[in-house]
């Protein structure tokens, strides 16, 4: 399957993807007018709102007693916000819990930014706390 980087731009009045590359400007060149491509959608991670959740992370970690990792705390916290999957362990019939992976091969910005939300509301729950107030401390984290 080929990838192809396009970006949005304003034009005639309307709106349209041109290649972002000079790579992506060839692919489209070799292409019929006729043909038919299927286009699937991925807007890439944002490094800035990715460092703003871990920094989330560390502030809680840092506030908190009952881990020791802070990973223990994050698979914690992607798992009570519902970003975990389920499976039964065919040799003891027990129901495993696992959460997601967050990396960016598994999630797109659009994906990450609901995540974002969704732990911001969860730690906020946990600690008892406003998304407003908790967001103020966290400026200092990052």
Same mark, same amino acid.
């Given at each position: 399957?080929?990838?192809?980087?396009?970006?949005?731009?304003?034009? !005639? !009045? !309307?709106?349209?993807?041109?290649?972002?590359? =000079?790579?992506?400007?060839e692919? %489209?060149?070799?292409?019929?007018?006729?043909d +038919?491509? =299927?286009?699937?959608?991925?807007?890439?991670?944002?490094?800035?709102l990715? @460092?703003?959740?871990?920094? /989330? +992370?560390?502030? /809680?970690?840092?506030?908190?007693?009952?881990?020791? /990792? +802070?990973g223990?705390? @994050?698979?914690?916290?992607?798992?009570?916000s !519902?970003y975990y999957?389920?499976?039964?362990?065919?040799?003891?019939?027990e %129901?495993?819990? =696992?959460?997601?992976?967050?990396?960016?091969?598994?999630m797109?910005?659009v =994906?990450?930014?609901?995540?974002?939300?969704?732990?911001?509301?969860?730690?906020? @729950?946990?600690?008892?706390c406003?998304? #407003?107030?908790? #967001?103020?401390?966290?400026?200092?984290?990052m």
């Amino acid at each position: 399957m080929n990838s192809l980087f396009v970006k949005k731009t304003f034009l !005639g !009045g !309307g709106v349209a993807l041109v290649p972002a590359y =000079e790579s992506d400007l060839e692919v %489209l060149k070799a292409l019929k007018e006729s043909d +038919i491509v =299927e286009v699937k959608f991925s807007k890439k991670r944002n490094v800035k709102l990715h @460092r703003k959740f871990f920094a /989330l +992370i560390k502030l /809680l970690f840092d506030n908190q007693d009952h881990y020791k /990792l +802070i990973g223990d705390l @994050r698979e914690d916290l992607t798992v009570a916000s !519902g970003y975990y999957t389920e499976r039964v362990n065919k040799f003891t019939g027990e %129901l495993k819990i =696992e959460a997601k992976s967050i990396s960016f091969a598994k999630m797109d910005d659009v =994906e990450f930014n609901q995540l974002y939300k969704d732990f911001l509301t969860t730690a906020c @729950r946990l600690i008892k706390c406003s998304t #407003e107030e908790f #967001e103020k401390n966290l400026i200092a984290y990052m």
